[in-house]
């Protein structure tokens, strides 16, 4: 039985090794680990799915180790101080294509940030998360909107 158990743990921790080493270090920002495991959840069923995983782990150990990755990585980020959060989310956005403005635009319409939340957050993480999302959205919105400070106005001469 204590054989059993000590295989289990390390299929275990060999999954979750495998999702670390060959995929969430490869993923500079913690707001960008966030959005990855939240997109790997699917939508109809709330599980969370990797053929590649499956095919090693099956769907359930798969599902079950992307969700414990998932609820880290929301953990981690709520525990992140906001100026920190700041500096995550404007990279990660700045990262993944397309003018910041339009994409602070569509993130504020449309809300995208609410998807990154797991299932199985509370009441109170989620509060917190979307107070914080909404906060630092408006922040980098305004910070992108504003002119830059190296540039000047030309003056009448």
Partial sequence: MARAKANVQGFERGATADVWRHTLSQIPYLFGRLAYLA?????????????????????????RTLLESHESAF???????L???QSDLGLYLSSIGGDLKTVLNAWTQLATYKSMIP???TVAQRDLYLMDLEALLQVLKT?????SLGRTASRPQ
């Fill in 39 to 63: 997109s790997l959840r699917n939508v109809n069923t709330g599980r969370y799915e990797h053929h590649g995983l499956a095919q090693l782990y099956g769907a359930d150990k798969t599902h």
């Fill in 75 to 81: 953990a981690d980020w709520l525990n992140y101080d």
């Fill in 83 to 85: 100026a920190h959060q």
């Fill in 119 to 121: 299932l199985s957050a």
């Fill in 143 to 147: 910070s992108a909107e504003a002119p």
